[in-house]
């Protein structure tokens, strides 16, 4: 199937599509909002933390991982329920593997967080 916008079209599109997105995250997943707002009241801390572009990259980069990854387990859990909200071990399966995602990613944010806490204070 042919795209129907290319070039510069499509890139706005595409935004249009991911704000959509954003918004409906926003307004529908309570762990989204809750990231986002500590993200957001973490974000100060991020150039006392980071006493370099690298290490300030990755305290950015692990909070935005950690969004990013809940992103994709929320549109798997839509999808799932989408198809159908009766038990299904696969279904099951699914959405604890996109949790399963999110733990990790929230893992390596304190891993990270903490790591640079300690350098920090030490």
Known sequence: MK???TGIRRLFHSTRY???GLT????NEAAFRQELI???????ATFWLGQSLIEWLLLMGSAVLVMAVELLN???ETV???IGVEHHELSGRAKDLG????FLCVLFAFLVWG????????
């Open 3 to 5: 795209p129907a916008h």
């Open 115 to 122: 790591s640079l806490l300690v350098v920090r204070l030490v």
């Open 38 to 44: 500590v993200t957001v009241l973490l974000l100060p």
């Open 80 to 82: 799932v329920d989408r």
């Open 24 to 27: 409906a995250a926003w307004t």
């Open 18 to 20: 991911s704000w959509k």
């Open 74 to 76: 929320s549109a798997v």
């Open 99 to 102: 949790s399963a995602a999110v």
